[in-house]
């Protein structure tokens, strides 16, 4: 018998190496089939004497013929396994060869191959995305920063980086050397804040705009804050603001010294005159005089007048602000103003919608702009005496963002573009007669209320300013 062994162990290499492999339902009934023979064999044998050493080889013989049976069975379990790990790991530098050991290990492994190939295009275009946008930030004019919650950075922009003069910043913290105080806004800042930080650097001083926006990865929070030095372009308004407000008084300064110092200088020559001729002023003469005087003291006053609205412009009072009624505040302003409404005969249409809108303000303040506002529009409308239907709305609603807006609406003859431009700067008027500091006062109390006043007008249609709180 042990010749019988000998032949058969040939027999079970041939079909492991030269078929088992080729096809996995072949392969497996070829073992299974092995296995039940070898079985048959171990059976028939089991009883018959002198063959001991025979049975127990076939024992073994099919004890490792279902070992690797199990092995064979579990090899598709292995493939998904590795397939799954790679892909927890990241790992798609692996590539399943078409196998031959039939149809559903060849549909297997062209599935693997086409979900790898997949999650390689996926991770090409996400890095080139990454980098797209890596790019954009660096080099994008406006300083960008993010940091993690333990205040380590992840991003700095060249921006930045030129901005604080720094080759890297691992650290938020290491930006207390130029400013502790800009530290201390980037980490109070929520999502939307804004601020403004005044800082001296290298013994300039740089004015910053900055914005946070608070973000979450993947359970880690993070912040992203932009940094803009705006302190060139507020130098740049406000050295244009103020060569506006010199050209306003310079104009009206001169308008009224002007005429004060000729008029000074024919009554100091007159003088003169009746002195070296050493005769009794006449009373003609006297009433030039006087005349004289009467317009230097006028225009005096005028002057005078003019300084003390500058000084009352430049001294706005804080505001004392608590809940207004909407409604109270029209009622009260059309009461003060109803009889310059009913001399110019102009109708005045009033609506706030709905009926219970508040706004929390300075009620009187807040009736100075309107009241201002109409005046305007009073003065207007007079200009256009010939137009029908002459008329003034007010009107309060609320946005899309249920804030507060007030509207004062009139069809006079407009603005025009270049008048529009400068409505707002202090002193300047188009009106005949006027101080030219309405708007401007009006704007300063709409601003101390944390809102603003806009316009907007056109030509033979009207005007409407709008105050959002």
């Given at each position: 018998?042990?010749?019988?062994?000998?032949?058969?162990?040939?027999?079970?290499?041939?079909?492991?190496?030269?078929?088992?492999?080729?096809?996995?339902?072949?392969?497996?009934?070829?073992?299974?089939?092995?296995?039940?023979?070898?079985?048959?064999?171990?059976?028939?044998?089991?009883?018959?004497?002198?063959?001991?050493?025979?049975?127990?080889?076939?024992?073994?013989?099919?004890?490792?013929?279902?070992?690797?049976?199990?092995?064979?069975?579990?090899?598709?379990?292995?493939?998904?396994?590795?397939?799954?790990?790679?892909?927890?790991?990241?790992?798609?530098?692996?590539?399943?060869?078409i196998s031959i050991e039939g149809k559903s290990f060849q549909?297997?492994?062209?599935?693997?191959?086409?979900?790898?190939?997949?999650?390689?295009?996926?991770?090409?275009?996400?890095?080139?995305?990454?980098?797209?946008?890596?790019?954009?930030?660096?080099?994008?004019?406006?300083?960008?920063?993010?940091?993690?919650?333990?205040?380590?950075?992840?991003?700095?922009?060249?921006?930045?980086?030129?901005?604080?003069?720094?080759?890297?910043?691992?650290?938020?913290?290491?930006?207390?050397?130029?400013?502790?105080?800009l530290v201390e806004k980037f980490k109070v800042l929520?999502?939307?804040?804004?601020?403004?930080?005044?800082?001296?650097?290298?013994?300039?001083?740089?004015?910053?705009?900055?914005?946070?926006?608070?973000?979450?990865?993947?359970?880690?929070?993070?912040?992203?804050?932009?940094?803009?030095?705006?302190?060139?372009?507020?130098?740049?308004?406000?050295?244009?603001?103020?060569?506006?407000?010199?050209?306003?008084?310079?104009?009206?300064?001169?308008?009224?010294?002007?005429?004060?110092?000729?008029?000074?200088?024919?009554?100091?020559?007159?003088?003169?005159?009746?002195?070296?001729?050493?005769?009794?002023?006449?009373?003609?003469?006297?009433?030039?005089?006087?005349?004289?005087?009467?317009?230097?003291?006028?225009?005096?006053?005028?002057?005078?007048?003019?300084?003390?609205?500058?000084?009352?412009?430049?001294?706005?009072?804080?505001?004392?602000?608590?809940?207004?009624?909407?409604?109270?505040?029209?009622?009260?302003?059309?009461?003060?103003?109803?009889?310059?409404?009913?001399?110019?005969?102009?109708?005045?249409?009033?609506?706030?919608?709905?009926?219970?809108?508040?706004?929390?303000?300075?009620?009187?303040?807040?009736?100075?702009?309107?009241?201002?506002?109409?005046?305007?529009?009073?003065?207007?409308?007079?200009?256009?005496?010939?137009?029908?239907?002459?008329?003034?709305?007010?009107?309060?609603?609320?946005?899309?963002?249920?804030?507060?807006?007030?509207?004062?609406?009139?069809?006079?003859?407009?603005?025009?573009?270049?008048?529009?431009?400068?409505?707002?700067?202090?002193?300047?008027?188009?009106?005949?007669?006027?101080?030219?500091?309405?708007?401007?006062?009006?704007?300063?109390?709409?601003?101390?209320?944390?809102?603003?006043?806009?316009?907007?007008?056109?030509?033979?249609?009207?005007?409407?300013?709008?105050?959002?709180?």
């Open positions: 018998m042990p010749n019988f062994l000998q032949r058969f162990s040939p027999t079970l290499q041939s079909l492991d190496v030269g078929g088992l492999r080729r096809n996995f339902h072949i392969n497996v009934l070829l073992r299974i089939t092995v296995i039940g023979l070898t079985i048959f064999i171990f059976s028939s044998l089991l009883n018959e004497t002198g063959y001991t050493i025979t049975t127990f080889g076939l024992l073994i013989i099919t004890i490792l013929q279902v070992i690797s049976l199990i092995k064979h069975v579990e090899f598709a379990n292995r493939e998904v396994v590795n397939f799954l790990n790679a892909i927890q790991y990241d790992d798609f530098s692996n590539s399943y060869k549909d297997l492994n062209e599935a693997f191959n086409n979900v790898l190939e997949k999650f390689r295009e996926i991770r090409a275009e996400k890095e080139a995305h990454h980098q797209y946008l890596k790019t954009i930030i660096h080099h994008v004019g406006i300083g960008i920063i993010s940091f993690d919650k333990q205040g380590n950075v992840q991003i700095i922009n060249n921006s930045a980086k030129k901005l604080f003069k720094l080759n890297h910043l691992h650290h938020i913290d290491k930006l207390s050397s130029i400013s502790p105080e929520r999502t939307g804040s804004k601020d403004l930080v005044k800082i001296n650097f290298d013994d300039e001083i740089i004015q910053l705009a900055i914005y946070a926006i608070e973000l979450n990865l993947r359970g880690e929070e993070f912040k992203l804050v932009t940094i803009q030095n705006i302190h060139t372009e507020l130098e740049e308004k406000e050295l244009d603001a103020w060569q506006k407000l010199i050209r306003v008084l310079t104009h009206e300064i001169m308008n009224s010294v002007t005429p004060i110092s000729s008029l000074a200088a024919t009554v100091n020559g007159e003088l003169e005159y009746l002195e070296e001729r050493n005769e009794p002023i006449q009373q003609a003469d006297l009433e030039d005089i006087y005349l004289a005087t009467k317009t230097i003291q006028r225009r005096s006053e005028g002057l005078i007048r003019f300084v003390s609205e500058f000084r009352n412009l430049t001294h706005v009072p804080l505001p004392k602000f608590r809940p207004i009624k909407v409604q109270e505040l029209f009622d009260h302003v059309v009461l003060l103003m109803q009889n310059d409404i009913d001399d110019e005969q102009i109708r005045f249409n009033m609506c706030v919608e709905p009926s219970t809108l508040m706004i929390v303000a300075d009620q009187e303040m807040i009736e100075q702009v309107l009241i201002n506002l109409i005046k305007n529009a009073l003065q207007a409308l007079k200009e256009c005496d010939e137009k029908p239907d002459r008329h003034i709305i007010l009107l309060a609603k609320q946005d899309e963002k249920n804030r507060p807006l007030i509207l004062v609406k009139d069809n006079a003859g407009g603005i025009d573009k270049d008048a529009l431009e400068k409505i707002f700067i202090p002193f300047y008027t188009t009106k005949k007669t006027g101080s030219g500091i309405g708007l401007s006062l009006s704007q300063q109390i709409m601003r101390q209320h944390k809102g603003n006043i806009t316009v907007h007008s056109e030509i033979d249609k009207g005007t409407e300013f709008t105050l959002k709180f």
